[in-house]
Nanobody
């Protein structure tokens, strides 16, 4: 059974970098594409980006500009999100997920709440 688990701080100060790690079990990250997705309070899901760890190639949501970076660690079967220069608008529940198609996902982590605040 494929399982994903997000980990990282639940509180980040404005202008700092948000870093979250997704640990995958039941599948190798080298065999799929893997995404980060978030849901701000009261809003819909927003795709952040995804990675193909075998090549390291990444794709990002242009609305987040150059603030986003996703990397993979195949030795640990993990992939990590870095979002820099955060503002309160980056407050959301953050999910990692396995891609099944370009913008389709079949396995999700439980999600982790990240709040940007002083």
């Amino acid at each position: 059974q494929v399982q994903l688990q997000e980990s990282g701080p639940g509180l980040v100060k404005p202008s700092e970098t948000l870093s979250l790690t997704c640990t995958v079990s039941g599948d190798s990250i080298t065999t799929n594409y893997w995404s980060w997705i978030r849901q701000p309070p009261g809003k819909g899901l927003q795709w952040i980006g995804f990675i193909y760890p075998t090549s390291g190639r990444t794709w990002y949501n242009a609305t987040l500009g150059s603030r986003t970076s996703i990397s993979g660690d195949t030795s640990k079967n993990q992939f990590t999100l870095h979002l820099n220069s955060v503002t309160p608008e980056d407050t959301a529940v953050y999910y990692c997920a396995r891609n099944r198609g370009w913008f389709q996902w079949d396995y999700w982590g439980q999600g982790t709440q990240v709040t940007v605040s002083l």
